[in-house]
């Protein structure tokens, strides 16, 4: 097919397409458009279904009659519209982060280039001729042509945006022919570069809209609070396609109620008494009906108003917090094809687990999308498709040099603002979004200035953001003064208070990504959640990211789901599983990350004051005992002994309020902890009344200390030069002189151990260990040897061995000296004393402890520490200390790429038990323990999670301590206090065996 080359042109990026306006569906004037779907509007004629569609490899082998209603496309195989060509088996699926997967060179693109030629029929009626039909593209990746009939109507880019074209010159009454070329590549493609799969296609819904040939174009709401938000303004602008006409509006309350109705031509205002205003927390919307002869227009209204004071952020004249996710349309079948079903599911996910705020990370979602933001209640960044950060790439380029080479490129200019703009005009009526981000990852320069300024002019009703802002690259001054907030990515909670001690920063500060969400993690929401709290310059944060993206691979010969990442469909560049880095898995089953950032997030928060409890509100607007109650448990040693319901006392939003305990501690002497679940009061979206929303533990009294001892006894002992035999009266342990460690537990006349234990400071690593991982791997951490310079029974009460020990890799000096000192009881019962020197040139310790194999049979697990989900210094939030029992089978935690999973951190005892018996630990000071049927050197060489093969043994691991999970995958290091990086510590012990019917 002969072309000029258009997806190549600066000058010109759309041909035929109508200027920009705002969403809306209009409907004929007989129906009811409150809160109807817009597939029921007369006005509106869905075309999606089964197209024709050919792949060619580039453009110059489309037939140049491919769009000719004559053309013989018999051979054109059936797609799918709205899809992505990759879901097809078309094509190659490829993952890339940062890198562009074609050359750098702008605006050319490779000759190469794959694009799809598209066609399918529509059938105009007679009537439809008579009035003005527009062909709406919501979404199309990354270039297209549009013909009717054979006629040329235009092309148009920008991926995410909607593409109207005015095809009423070119339709016939009864069948019509749509053709379509898309190009994979483009000019766009340098301003696409999205950490995400990169995929092609009419990806979103493809429509005509029948208008009457005089008709409302395009028109604006903008609300505003008054006299201390007791009255409201709502403020809306129209305008004319055909000529200037008259329209009657009318305004609905949230109860449906008619609260006003007028006349107009160009602009009228409403004034509001007592209005309803809108928040997340409460979503009320008006219903504005415009109406002409011909039409009705609904829009739903959402009164409120966004402004800053100093360093806050006010809605509605109040403070306001964001506890947000940065989300991406992904699906591992669908692709970027997301239905209002797959849609709902994510917004109610979210809204159980306590967000309030979503990023359309990195580009507008689709219009629709906005609109449920609007009616269920989010707050949203809208951004525009714009994401460059692959010029840092460039040989010789970076951070500091390249980053803002689009940005300061004068041909980009014009291009970077037709995307600012798309994005801003068709989402300015929504309530829900309240923030415009100009992109993501680009660099700064007057591309990005010109747009805000643009920006800034036509919207100030909204705040104004772009985090790629404060990158100064290629002897550009920024000006950053078109910007409300302050915007960063993943900076440690110190850096935002150093920034916020400096009096000269006077903008509200955004953490726009925090707590990258990877695999095992994230570990440090907490740590962010203080800060929040107490800052009160901070507006919050959105949590990178959502979900995992992944292909879907079908399943195994067991029926495990398979879900492919970046490099397993041979593709370069690709990143591996960086994009595996969400709170839901592929298929929306929440990770433990989510679970524990829904209680950091928790409607309210109680601690212990002056012996009553005292609650802290965390919302914004509603009092949050109209919102929750709660019940209780009461605690003994981790076991339940005592519960009951109750209510909260009036806590308005973020203030506090005290209540006395809902109960009297146990006569008992142990540790009382008293555990209060916040339950939903009420029925709302997604959320049911008597749904968790969050849980506190407070403990009330600790435990007196009580050293556990041996029962000390004279045992037969025999030693060679190898080894070293202890027995007593129905044990017989066997200790390896060469390792300090039993390699072999004979209790009841069997053999307890699959293999010899060991000291142990590897751990798989977690995807937030990647960084650290070459560390430690350098350090030699993963290929540890000990040696054992000295070993000898003691001559002491009872039957002890003391090892001298050197922990060490080869090539590697010596990072870790101990001396353990063995000691069994009587009746079998194993203590530990270990001291432990750290050679502190060495990096932090993965963790450290004991690590046994254990035979098949050992899966009943009881335990009494932190559960029932996975738990590590840094992530506990989700879990309590409590008594816990289930298998070893249960501990498994699923992630796409295996790592480091299921340790119980703060534990007091620990028991794993067989048919005929039971081994158990405990220590005279907390442990992490974790046991699994995937062994840690299994999990450290597996790609994928379907990969794995579980054994019928089981590995123990009794740690010392094993280091927190943090988020440094794409985030700060590990914090000092979470990372076992002390230079001597000391470990006890005990554990043994039992009947399996002793407690």
Excluded at 68 to 73: E, I, L, V
Excluded at 515 to 520: F, I, L
Excluded at 558 to 583: A, T
Excluded at 679 to 684: C, G, Q, S, V
Aim: aromatic share 12%.
């Amino acid at each position: 097919m002969k072309h000029r080359h258009e997806f190549e042109d600066w000058a010109r990026p759309h041909e035929g397409v109508m200027p920009n306006r705002a969403y809306y569906i209009p409907f004929a004037p007989n129906q009811d458009p409150v809160q109807a779907m817009r597939e029921t509007s007369e006005r509106f004629v869905l075309l999606n279904g089964t197209w024709q569609m050919q792949l060619y490899d580039k453009i110059s082998a489309v037939p140049e009659e491919f769009c000719q209603p004559d053309f013989d496309a018999s051979g054109y195989p059936q797609m799918p519209v709205p899809s992505c060509w990759q879901t097809q088996g078309l094509d190659q699926n490829q993952y890339s982060n940062v890198r562009y997967p074609i050359p750098f060179d702008p605006p050319f693109v490779p000759h190469q280039n794959p694009c799809g030629a598209y066609r399918t029929h529509f059938t105009v009626d007679a009537a439809m001729l008579s009035q003005q039909v527009c062909l709406n593209f919501e979404g199309v990746d990354s270039f297209f042509y549009v013909w009717v009939n054979g006629h040329r109507v235009g092309y148009s880019q920008v991926s995410h945006s909607t593409s109207e074209f005015d095809v009423t010159p070119y339709l016939v009454e009864g069948e019509n022919l749509l053709a379509v070329l898309v190009m994979k590549w483009s000019l766009g493609t340098y301003l696409e570069c999205q950490d995400k799969f990169r995929m092609s296609g009419i990806f979103r819904d493809v429509y005509l809209l029948v208008r009457p040939r005089q008709h409302i174009r395009d028109f604006g709401v903008r609300t505003w609070g008054r006299e201390n938000y007791t009255r409201a303004v709502i403020q809306v602008g129209v305008e004319w396609n055909g000529g200037e006409g008259e329209l009657e509006w009318e305004l609905y309350d949230p109860q449906g109620s008619l609260v006003c109705r007028g006349e107009a031509a160009t602009e009228f205002t409403i004034h509001l008494e007592e209005p309803h205003f809108w928040t997340a927390e409460t979503p009320e919307l008006y219903q504005l009906l415009l109406r002409t002869e011909e039409e009705v227009i609904c829009q739903p209204v959402g009164v409120r108003d966004i402004t800053t004071k100093g360093r806050q952020v006010l809605l509605n004249g109040k403070p306001l917090r964001l506890k947000g996710v940065n989300r991406h349309d992904s699906d591992p079948v669908t692709g970027f094809t997301i239905s209002y079903e797959q849609a709902l599911r994510d917004l109610a996910l979210m809204k159980q687990h306590n967000v309030n705020a979503i990023r359309s990370s990195h580009y507008p979602n689709a219009p629709w999308f906005v609109q449920m933001c609007d009616r269920y209640g989010f707050y949203m960044i809208d951004e525009a498709d714009i994401e460059c950060h692959g010029v840092t790439e460039l040989f010789g380029g970076g951070d500091e040099t390249t980053f803002g080479l689009i940005a300061q490129w004068k041909e980009f200019e014009p291009l970077i603002l037709d995307r600012v703009q798309r994005c801003i005009i068709r989402d300015k009526n929504s309530p829900a979004v309240i923030i415009w981000s100009l992109g993501n990852e680009s660099g700064h320069g007057p591309g990005f200035e010109k747009a805000g300024i643009w920006g800034r002019d036509y919207d100030p009703t909204r705040l104004m953001h772009y985090e790629g802002s404060w990158h100064q690259t290629g002897g550009h001054i920024n000006d950053t003064s078109m910007f409300d907030l302050y915007s960063r990515m993943y900076n440690e909670p110190a850096f935002v208070r150093e920034w916020l001690a400096n009096p000269a920063n006077t903008k509200p500060f955004l953490l726009v990504e925090y707590c990258h969400a990877m695999g095992n993690g994230p570990g440090d929401l907490e740590d962010y959640e203080k800060l929040f709290l107490e800052e009160s310059g901070v507006l919050g944060g959105f949590v990178w990211e959502w979900c995992d993206h992944a292909v879907d691979g079908g399943v195994t010969a067991d029926g495990r789901r398979k879900f492919l990442y970046g490099g397993d469909s041979g593709e370069f560049p690709h990143d591996i599983n960086f994009c595996v880095d969400g709170l839901v898995s592929p298929d929306r089953i929440p990770h433990t990350g989510l679970k524990e950032m829904k209680n950091v997030w928790r409607p309210v928060r109680a601690c212990l004051c002056d012996g009553e409890i005292q609650l802290r509100s965390t919302l914004d607007f509603a009092d949050v005992s109209q919102l929750a109650e709660y019940c209780w448990e009461l605690q003994l040693d981790g076991v339940v002994v005592e519960q009951g319901r109750g209510e909260l006392p009036a806590i308005p939003a973020r203030q506090t309020a005290c209540m006395p305990l809902p109960c009297a501690l146990p006569q008992q002497p142990g540790r009382v902890d008293l555990r209060l679940v916040y339950l939903a009061r009420i029925n709302a979206d997604f959320v049911k009344a008597g749904d968790e929303l969050g849980f506190d533990q407070i403990t009330l009294r600790q435990a007196e200390k009580q050293e556990l001892c041996l029962q000390p006894a004279a045992l037969a002992v025999e030693e060679n030069d190898e080894e070293i035999r202890v027995s007593g009266k129905n044990f017989a342990y066997v200790l390896d002189r060469f390792t300090g460690c039993f390699k072999s537990l004979v209790w009841n006349g069997t053999e307890r151990l699959a293999g010899p234990m060991g000291f142990n400071v590897w751990r798989a690593p977690t995807d937030n260990d990647r960084k650290i991982r070459r560390v430690w791997e350098q350090a030699g951490y993963d290929r540890t040897q000990v040696r054992v310079a000295s070993c000898q029974v003691l001559a002491e009460e009872g039957t002890a061995i003391r090892c001298e020990l050197v922990l060490a890799a080869s090539i590697r000096q010596a990072f870790l000296r101990c001396t353990a000192l063995w000691r069994i009881g009587a009746d079998g019962t194993i203590a530990l004393e270990l001291e432990g020197k750290r050679d502190e040139v060495f990096p932090f310790l993965p963790r450290f402890g004991l690590r046994m194999m254990l035979p098949a049979g050992f899966e009943q697990l009881d335990y009494t520490g932190y559960g029932p989900q996975e738990s590590y210094l840094d992530k506990k939030n989700a879990c309590w200390f409590g008594h816990f029992a289930g298998t070893v089978s249960d501990e498994y935690v699923d992630y796409i790429k295996p790592q480091e999973h299921g340790s119980h951190m703060g534990c007091e005892q620990m028991r794993l038990r067989c048919a005929d018996a039971a081994l158990w630990a405990a220590g005279n000071q907390p442990f992490s323990f974790r046991a699994s049927h995937y062994p840690q050197e299994l999990l450290t060489s597996t790609a994928h999670n379907f990969e794995l093969k579980k054994s019928d043994e089981v590995e123990l691991c009794l740690d010392y301590k094993n280091s927190g999970i943090g988020s440094n995958s794409c985030g700060p290091v590990l914090a000092d206090e979470y990372a076992l990086k002390e230079t001597e510590f000391r470990m006890r012990l005990f554990f043994g065996f039992a009947p399996v019917t002793a407690e």
